[in-house]
C-alpha cells in the first residue's frame, strides 16, 4: 500500500497506532496501579499482537507525570481491518484498566507513528 502524503507532501505515513493510556498513582517505582497495569498487559500482549503479523507495541511511562501508555503500531493495509474489529483486545483492555484501584483518565488515541 502507497504511503499517505500529509503537510503538502513533506510528511508521509504508512503506519498507524493505536495508544491506549491512563494515569496512576504512586511513586513508578512502588505503584500498586502500575504493578497492576504490568499484570494486565501481561496478560493481554498476546492477544494485542494479533493486531497484525507486522505489530510493533510499546511501552510508556512517566514517572513524573504518572502517565502510562501502551501503543500498538500496525502498517497502514492491517489498520482498517482492525479498526472493523474493535482494536481487539482494546475493550476487555481498558475495561480491566478501568477496574485498578489508583487508575484514572483512561483514553484511547489513533495517530500516525513512523520512524524518521
Known amino acids: 500500500m502507497m504511503a499517505v502524503e500529509l503537510a503538502n507532501g513533506k510528511m508521509s505515513f504508512d503506519r498507524v497506532c493505536r495508544e491506549w493510556r491512563c494515569k496512576y498513582e504512586g ?7 502500575l504493578e497492576a497495569i504490568a499484570g494486565v498487559v501481561k496478560e493481554f500482549l498476546p492477544a494485542i499482537k494479533k493486531a497484525s503479523k507486522d505489530a510493533e ?4 511511562v512517566c514517572g513524573g507525570c504518572l502517565d502510562f501508555k501502551l501503543k500498538t503500531t500496525v502498517p497502514l493495509e492491517d489498520f482498517g481491518p482492525w479498526e472493523e474489529a474493535g482494536f481487539a483486545p482494546e475493550a476487555d483492555f481498558l475495561e480491566k484498566l478501568k477496574a485498578i484501584k489508583g487508575v484514572s483518565m483512561v483514553e484511547t488515541q489513533t495517530i500516525t507513528n513512523m520512524v524518521i
Open 57 to 60: 507495541v510499546t511501552r510508556m
Open 27 to 33: 511513586d513508578a517505582e512502588s505503584s500498586e496501579s
